[in-house]
């Protein structure tokens, strides 16, 4: 027999880093950027130079300055026949990695064989500043260009600025690092930290009324006419009007998901279905969206008819008929009550309108340090060997941020502390690790790669509290799920009104209109769809772009798709959230049945004294649900939500389920294996058919107590009904309810095993089951 395999660890572990938070100190840093560990760097800000002497025959040169520090080395790029270059790029030294005492800056001339010295200046360490926002940067000055023996040479000057910093300096983001040494200069910009703001949202809610005097082409029929309406990738099209006239009448609504600035029109087309597959243009309306009127409650504005052009060909061209024109009645506007859902509402981490009048004053901040990453998994292969280039992409509300590349590293440490703006306390902050596929031109296939990802929800952390802890990153594959490697973060979650927040709570969810005018869950769930293409299409515009597969693993691009795993698990939480009520009416039969007679007496006190003063029902479970809340404080979670792998049955999840998770959509499987799946998908739905005609088959005996379907039973029922009516109207309702609480205690021996009469009554009363195919 093979030995199991080793469990691999999946807790959260709680970390003690060296950071600010919580300890007493007076350094300006550490009260700034308290979340992350101090990390000292020397910058070097190369800017210009000047007069330069010539090196080839023509007297001109072609510089570049490049920076070395012991074994570590940055270059700038040259310039073609330049004697007054301006570069002005910083270099950052690590200075844990530093093992030299000088700092040595040269100017360069860029040749084919051997590039020449123009000339360097060189810095001790230890005569090195240091400088610490918020004072203001360092500012550069002119050095004389020295040769090698020490002597200043007779023309050409370099202006630098050199210092002692931090990663608080606003130099940082903008460096370039010596950790990433072998990254060329036209890749330098990939592995830069970056903030991104997600652009903003609107729905656009187009209502089609009517259309008048329409041309059809064949004049001996009316026309089957619908309306067509297309934006940019989006298109949706009203149903065929019931008036078949050529004044067609059709009130629906279509809504659309559009990003601004608005770039594409709202184009639409009044169509005529002419055959099966045919349809015939009767007129074209091109709306601008930047005219299109704004909306910020539920009321209508106002309706404008829209005259449709109609093209007509003639002579082998297109030309437009001005003969006469057709007009269409639309109300069109820019829905700005609603939040456009971008993420599931189930981790939202915004809820706020898309109409800014509308917004809520924020209720505080959410400080977060990304420390390091630990015990990272190799993502592809460089030169034989594995390596990772990995980075950090957390998202909150329209906020992205970027850590900066740690190229080739197991451990990187980025140490970068980001805050939010917060509005409210029940959304989710996202945090992502990926590898940087972009760092060596596209080694790994030129895509970034998903490490791992972690979720917070701000409700379940205290206020004003520090959390640092170790995440593990879990990835699900097709070979099972993987532990890649544990992301250490710092989450400060700080309220800056208790009142405010504690008001948050009695808030409806979602902004007012989508209560007052909801939009349908198909509705939803396309127009999601729409937004995170739009948002994922924007942020891959940017400069660095933020990839698409990047985006979409964020935004959870595929949580709608069909997974075996997820409906087992979700089958599961059901049965986790119903374990109380069968634990209650569990132990109702053990009190019932005087398993512990002690007990059962007790209960039956109980039970006279509530019967006696029913007045004290109410205050008595009250009372009990908040002697069960301050019970369970002392076992209250420490620790912040994180991805449970049991609780995703990703740990015990069969191989062809995976291989069928991440199958793509329509499948690219074999005929084989999709019968298989097809057959297995078919089982489960006979178990779901026969459990959902169960509960109907219930209901239909309910429904036949007095429907005289049987009319025996119909009539013992109502002479009962009439009986319990006359016996109720003379007995006082709590002898009623004392002589029934006490027959359902009734002691053992007093019982049968056989079913009660009740039962036996209802399970006999007709259902529709028979009359079913």
């Not at 490049?66 to 310039?79: A, I, P, Q, S």
């Not at 390091?372 to 993502?379: C, H, R, T, Y």
Request: proline content about 6%.
């Amino acid at each position: 027999m093979q030995k199991p395999p080793q469990a691999v660890d999946f807790a959260l572990k709680e970390t003690s880093p060296n950071i600010g938070a919580g300890a007493v100190t007076t350094d300006k840093l550490a009260c700034t950027y308290d979340l992350v560990e101090q990390m000292q760097y020397l910058y070097v800000r190369v800017v210009k130079a000047r007069d330069l002497p010539g090196k080839d025959v023509t007297g001109s040169c072609d510089p570049y300055v490049e920076v070395k520090l012991g074994n570590y080395k940055g270059m700038t790029k040259h310039f073609e026949k330049k004697t007054n270059p301006v570069w002005d790029e910083v270099f950052a030294f690590s200075k844990e990695r530093i093992q030299a005492s000088v700092l040595e800056v040269s100017v360069k001339d860029k040749d084919v064989v051997l590039d020449d010295l123009i000339g360097r200046v060189l810095f001790e360490l230890n005569d090195i500043p240091k400088r610490v926002p918020p004072d203001s940067p360092l500012a550069p000055q002119w050095y004389r260009l020295e040769d090698r023996k020490g002597f200043k040479i007779k023309a050409g000057e370099l202006m630098l600025a050199v210092w002692m910093g931090t990663q608080a300096d606003e130099a940082f983001p903008y460096a370039w690092h010596s950790d990433a040494a072998a990254v060329g200069p036209d890749r330098v910009a990939h592995i830069r930290s970056k903030v991104y703001l997600s652009p903003k949202l609107w729905y656009v809610r187009v209502n089609v009324i009517e259309a008048q005097d329409l041309v059809p082409g064949d004049n001996r029929r009316f026309p089957e006419a619908f309306v067509k309406v297309t934006l940019g990738n989006q298109a949706l099209r009203t149903r065929i009007s019931q008036s078949r006239s050529i004044h067609p009448m059709w009130n629906e609504d279509l809504i659309f998901v559009v990003a601004e600035p608005f770039e594409e029109p709202l184009i639409l087309t009044v169509e005529d279905r002419v055959g099966p597959n045919k349809d015939e243009i009767l007129g074209k309306c091109v709306i601008p969206i930047q005219f299109v009127q704004r909306r910020l409650d539920h009321k209508p504005v106002n309706t404008r008819w829209y005259n449709l052009e109609k093209h007509v060909v003639g002579d082998g061209e297109q030309k437009k008929e001005i003969k006469f024109a057709s007009r269409i009645h639309l109300r069109v506007c820019l829905d700005g009550g609603y939040h456009v859902l971008d993420e599931s509402t189930h981790y939202s981490s915004d809820l706020r309108p898309t109409a800014k009048q509308l917004w809520r004053p924020s209720i505080g901040i959410l400080e977060m340090g990304i420390l390091s990453a630990v015990g990272l998994m190799p993502m592809k292969t460089k030169d034989g060997r594995g390596t990772t280039d990995a980075y950090c992409v957390a998202k909150y509300g329209q906020k992205w941020i970027r850590t900066r590349t740690i190229v080739d590293s197991f451990t990187p440490k980025w140490n970068e502390q980001y805050i939010w703006e917060v509005f409210d306390p029940c959304t989710v902050i996202t945090i992502g690790v990926f590898d940087n596929g972009h760092v060596h031109g596209g080694v790994g296939g030129g895509k970034d790669s998903r490490i791992g990802k972690v979720r917070i929800r701000l409700s379940t952390l205290e206020s004003d509290r520090v959390y640092t802890h170790s995440y593990p990153l879990i990835v699900l594959q097709q070979s099972g799920v993987k532990k890649t490697g544990e992301v250490q973060l710092a989450v400060r979650f700080t309220c800056s009104s208790l009142i405010n927040m504690l008001h948050m709570y009695s808030h409806p969810l979602l902004p007012k209109m989508h209560y007052i005018h909801p939009l349908s869950v198909i509705q939803l769930d396309s127009l999601r769809h729409h937004a995170m293409q739009i948002v994922s299409m924007r942020l891959n515009r940017a400069e660095p772009p933020l990839r698409k597969e990047v985006v979409e693993y964020m935004l959870d691009v595929d949580s709608h798709m069909w997974s075996m795993r997820r409906s087992k698990a979700n089958f599961f939480r059901i049965m986790g959230v119903l374990r109380g009520l069968i634990d209650v009416g569990k132990w109702f039969d053990q009190i019932c049945n005087w398993k512990n007679p002690l007990t059962t007496i007790l209960i039956h006190i109980v039970f006279v004294i509530l019967v006696l003063y029913p007045e004290l029902i109410l205050p008595t479970i009250f009372l009990y649900l908040f002697l069960i809340g301050i019970w369970n404080y002392r076992w209250r979670p420490k620790h912040p939500p994180h991805m449970d792998t049991r609780l995703s049955h990703a740990d015990a999840a069969h191989p062809d389920e995976l291989d069928e998770e991440f199958d793509t959509f329509p499948t690219s499987k074999p005929s084989d294996i999709v019968r298989m799946r097809y057959d297995r998908l078919r089982s489960i739905g006979g178990r779901v058919q026969t459990v959902v005609g169960d509960l109907a088959t219930q209901g239909e005996r309910f429904q036949s107590l007095l429907s005289w379907r049987d009319p025996r039973a119909t009539t013992l029922f109502v002479i009962f009904c009439l009986i319990a009516a006359v016996v109720l109207y003379v007995t006082p309702f709590q002898v009623v309810a004392l002589l029934i609480g006490i027959y359902m205690l009734r002691h053992p021996r007093f019982r049968h095993k056989l079913p009660s009469v009740p039962l036996n009554f209802f399970r006999r009363l007709p259902a529709r089951s028979d009359c079913m195919l």
